[in-house]
C-alpha cells in the first residue's frame, strides 16, 4: 500500500453497535439457562415433557412475523410507506399473537401437569420461554417505536436506522425462540 491510499476503516453506526452488545448480553443470558438446563437433564430422576402443540405453532409465527419486519424493512429501503406501515403492523400482531400461543403453551403445560413450581425440568420450560417473552415485549415496544416513526414519515430511504436496529433485533429473537424450541424438543424426546 502506498502513503497516498489510507486504509479502510470499518465504522458501524453507534446504535446498530448498541444493539448487538444488547443482543450479545442477551445471548449470554440463555447460554447461561440452556447450559444449566443441559446439565440438569444429565442427572438422574428427570422426566421428558411433551412441548405444548402451541408452541410449534408459536414458532410458525415468529417466522412470520420476522418475514413482515423484513418486508417492512425492504419497503422503507424504497419508500414504499404504505406497505412500510403495513407490513410493520403485521409484524406487531404477529408478534403479539405469538405471546399469546405463548401463554396458551403455558395452559397446555399446567393441563397436562407440568407447573412453574415442581420439577425443574418442567420449571427449565417456563423460565426460558418466560424469559423469552420479556425480551419479545420489548422488541414489540421498539416496533410501535418505528410504526410511529414511519406514521411521521421518520424512516425512509435516507434514514433506516431505527428501522434497521428494530429489524437486526426482530430477527435475534425470532432466531432466539428456533433455538430453544429446537433445544427444547430435542432434549425431551
Not at 446504535?15 to 452488545?21: A, C, D, M, Q, T
Not at 423484513?70 to 414504499?80: G, I
Not at 407490513?87 to 401463554?103: A, K, M, P
Amino acid at each position: 500500500m502506498s502513503n497516498s491510499e489510507s486504509p479502510k476503516i470499518l465504522r458501524m453506526n453507534p446504535r446498530i453497535f448498541i444493539v448487538w452488545i444488547f443482543m450479545i448480553s442477551i445471548s449470554m443470558i440463555f447460554v447461561s439457562l440452556i447450559s444449566a438446563y443441559i446439565v440438569k437433564k444429565g442427572e438422574p430422576g428427570g422426566f421428558n415433557v411433551d412441548l405444548p402443540t402451541m408452541f410449534y405453532y408459536s414458532t410458525a409465527v415468529v417466522i412470520l412475523s420476522s418475514i413482515f419486519k423484513q418486508l417492512s424493512y425492504f419497503a422503507s429501503k424504497k419508500d414504499n410507506f404504505k406497505s412500510q406501515k403495513i407490513y410493520l403492523l403485521l409484524s406487531l400482531i404477529t408478534g403479539v399473537l405469538f405471546l399469546v400461543t405463548q401463554y396458551l403453551g403455558w395452559v397446555q403445560l399446567v393441563g397436562g401437569g407440568v407447573y412453574f413450581v415442581g420439577h425443574p425440568d418442567g420449571s427449565f420450560i417456563y423460565v426460558l420461554s418466560g424469559v423469552h417473552a420479556f425480551h419479545l415485549i420489548s422488541g414489540l415496544f421498539f416496533i410501535i417505536y418505528v410504526f410511529r416513526k414511519a406514521v411521521n414519515l421518520d424512516i425512509h430511504s435516507k434514514s433506516m436506522i431505527f428501522i434497521e436496529m428494530s429489524t437486526t433485533y426482530w430477527h435475534f429473537l425470532g432466531g432466539l425462540w428456533l433455538y430453544l424450541f429446537i433445544t427444547l424438543y430435542f432434549y425431551n424426546i
